[in-house]
Nanobody, 121 residues
């Protein structure tokens, strides 16, 4: 059993900042790539940022220079620092991760349940 639990969402004014966290727990052997996605009302889920186990990163063009993804492998946690937030960043933010579990050493992508970020004055 694996769980991904996001935290840190909320209401923030335009130009403000938030830091999202996603903690992974359960029968984990190894966590490879991790990422943050978001889904705004009426839109498809989209990739925001991703990070490899070695901390190579990539970002959606819409958040480059404003968002920073990072991870702490010792804590099985991925973070998303969001600065200079805009109204168009309003969405439910989901973390995901490719996780190999024990005892069978099988791997697949797992998702969190999401945390709402609302950017509004």
């Amino acid at each position: 059993q694996v769980q991904l639990v996001e935290s840190g969402g909320g209401l923030v004014q335009p130009g403000g900042s938030l830091r999202l966290s996603c903690a992974v727990s359960g029968n984990i052997f190894r966590i490879n790539d991790m990422g943050w996605y978001r889904q705004a009302p009426g839109k498809q889920r989209e990739l925001v940022a991703a990070i490899t186990r070695a901390s190579s990163t990539n970002y959606a063009d819409s958040v480059k220079g404003r968002f920073t993804i990072s991870r702490d492998n010792a804590k099985n946690t991925v973070y998303l620092q969001m600065n200079s937030l805009k109204s168009e960043d309003t969405a439910v933010y989901y973390c995901n991760a490719f996780i190999t579990t024990i005892p069978n050493y099988t791997g697949r992508v797992y998702w969190g349940e999401g945390t709402l970020v609302t950017v509004s004055s």
